[in-house]
């Protein structure tokens, strides 16, 4: 009996997970008229046929962007969302002072007094900073023994991320001079060695974290290094085939082709954190849910008009690189957001 009873015990408390689960799924509600289409940009005009990276200052107008074809940083002058000139300011591909071997984030320094724009280049685990007055590399700073794959920026620090996690922590904490200031845990009970590179955002309270690999949300809480996690809309875990296996004390995952992936982009809005939803990995998406920043509760999607791979947001600006089919190329497309 006591046997039976536990097993019961067991069954139950399994639903009542379950159900808790579920209930952190919403369907989505869907609100119009809150993205504005401003312009777009076609990097294929100025030879940019890869333009992996970008970010956007709505202060200055100005967007940076890494092009693969080229190997190179440029930026982009824009008046009233038009392109005007592009200048190339990166040193080419190298291990040197601003030369960059395989930059996999970008991020700008959120403040109007000596803006710094920052470049992860994984394959030489360094973090590059250039000067946004004068467009000139300043200087890089490689972290002890963690490689950084994602970074975001504030006014006072360099938020950086290492996929597969660290002794010194997941995320490390830097300020502009390069001096580690604090780092944090991801408390996940089982550490996962899959390579799960998501996207993550920063503001002087909370870090931000969307899962590429999982249908998952999370934010930190810098003073109380709290974690919340929630799940993001139409998580697809049931349908995504996962072999495990342990080295260690790692676990080891093995996605099968058809695991749907969730987001390809982050960023930050008023009282919101947005992420763009895709499904499949390198796959391309219209849809913004909109979550709120402290509780990550849903609240609701936008559409785009443009299928897309790449977010940012800056103010109220939302930059986005996607695919044209009418004009049969990659273009980045800008809008204004607004909620009432």
């Known amino acids: 009996m006591k046997t039976l009873s536990l097993i019961l015990i067991l069954v139950s408390f399994q639903k009542n997970s379950i159900a808790q689960n579920s209930q952190q799924v919403a369907e989505r509600v869907f609100k119009e008229n809150i993205f504005e289409v401003k312009n777009l940009f076609l990097p294929d005009d100025h030879d940019l046929f890869r333009p992996v990276i970008s970010v956007f ?16 940083l440029f930026m982009i002058n824009l008046k009233n969302f038009d392109a005007d000139n592009l200048v190339k300011i990166g040193l080419g591909e190298g291990s040197g002072p601003g030369e960059i071997r395989n930059p996999t984030d970008i991020c700008m320094s959120k403040t109007t007094n000596n803006k710094k724009l920052i470049v992860i280049d994984t394959d030489l685990s360094r973090v590059n900073i250039w000067d946004i007055e004068t467009n000139k590399f300043e200087k890089s700073f490689k972290p002890k023994k963690f490689n950084p794959f994602r970074v975001a920026c504030t006014s006072s620090d360099i938020v950086i991320y290492n996929t597969l996690g660290s002794k010194r922590g997941d995320y490390l904490v830097y300020d502009y001079k390069g001096n580690e200031l604090n780092s944090f ?30 249908p998952t949300l999370k934010n930190i809480d810098r003073s109380s290094k709290k974690f919340v996690e929630r799940f993001s809309i139409e998580p697809s875990a049931n349908k995504n085939k996962i072999s495990r296996s342990t080295e260690g004390e790692y676990i080891m995952e093995k996605k ?27 796959a391309f998406g219209n849809i913004i849910d909109f979550y709120d920043k402290k509780s990550l509760d849903y609240k609701f999607s ?11 947001i800056s103010d109220n600006i939302l930059l986005v690189r996607g695919y044209d089919r009418e004009l049969n190329s990659t273009v980045f497309k800008y809008y204004t957001i607004g909620i009432d």
């Open 256 to 282: 099968s082709e058809n695991f749907i992936y969730q987001s390809r982009g982050i960023g930050l809005y008023d009282n919101y954190v947005l992420v763009l939803f895709s499904g499949r990995k390198d």
């Open 302 to 312: 936008s559409r785009i008009d443009l299928y897309s791979q790449q977010m940012t």
């Open 57 to 72: 200052d709505s202060e200055s107008h100005k967007q940076y962007v890494y092009d693969y074809s080229q190997k190179n």
């Open 185 to 214: 845990n991801d408390p996940q009970k089982n550490r996962n060695a899959f390579l799960d590179s998501g996207y993550i955002e920063a503001d002087s309270e909370y870090i931000y974290y969307a899962s590429q690999g999982r």
